[in-house]
């Protein structure tokens, strides 16, 4: 029996700093991803995190960003601790994350999978996400959701600065993040 077969409750919460370090062995464990990569996008995309705690202890989040086309939300990470892996967490996350960027005022949610991760495109295919014919070295999968709040996009020159932030500015900050581990 796993830890969270014996758990007696999932919530999910907001991120926050306090939830660093734990997120971090997670995701450098789980996800494979480079401690500068993971540093970046949990201090940058912070409002767009949520936690799963299984009962108090950290167990996995998501991790979501708005793109440059303005109705879709990116889910940049989603992980589950292995301790708690296939027990219901990752279905509370996607569950979450899709009212969360529903009421945000997103009509899609899209991602981007290792062609190699099988586990993860069942478990989206499961969810009712749709592989797209988009050329690259990784799969992207999407969904449409139904907006329940009009999305602030804001006006056009904020929509382009936006935009410039996107493509320049967080590139640079990434960059800069390399190496700035979180533990
Ligand atoms: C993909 C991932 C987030 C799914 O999280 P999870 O907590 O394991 O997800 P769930 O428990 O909701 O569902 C996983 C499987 O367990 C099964 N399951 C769910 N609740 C269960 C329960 N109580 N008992 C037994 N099995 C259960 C589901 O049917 C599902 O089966 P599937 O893999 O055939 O779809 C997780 O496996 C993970 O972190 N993987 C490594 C990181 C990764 O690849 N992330 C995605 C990158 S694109």
């Known amino acids: 029996m796993t830890d969270a077969n014996a758990a007696t409750s999932i919530e999910i919460v907001p991120g926050s700093p306090s939830h660093w370090p734990a997120l971090a062995r997670i995701i450098r ?22 936690v799963a705690l299984v009962d108090g202890r950290t167990a996995g989040c998501y991790v979501f960003y708005e793109v440059p086309r303005p109705q879709v939300a990116w889910l940049g990470i989603i992980v589950v601790d292995g301790a708690f892996q296939s027990c219901g967490v990752g279905r509370r996350l996607v569950e979450h994350l899709e009212r ?20 993860a495109q069942r478990f989206y295919e499961r969810h009712g996400y749709n592989r797209l014919d988009r050329p690259g070295d990784r799969l992207t999968y999407a969904k449409s959701i139904t907006p329940t709040a009009p999305r602030q996009t804001g006006n056009a020159l904020a929509r382009f600065i936006h935009w410039l932030k996107c493509r320049t ?12 581990n979180l533990d």
Do not use: C, K
Not at 29 to 50: C, F, K, N, V, W
Not at 100 to 119: H, K
Not at 170 to 177: G, N, S, V
């Open 29 to 50: 464990r789980d996800l494979s991803m480079e401690p500068g990569q993971i540093s970046y996008y949990l201090r940058h995309y912070m409002p767009g995190t949520a």
């Open 100 to 119: 969360r960027a529903a009421a945000d005022g997103f009509s899609a949610i899209e991602m981007s999978v290792d062609p190699d991760n099988a586990g």
């Open 169 to 180: 500015i967080w590139r640079l900050r990434y960059a800069l993040t390399i190496g700035n």
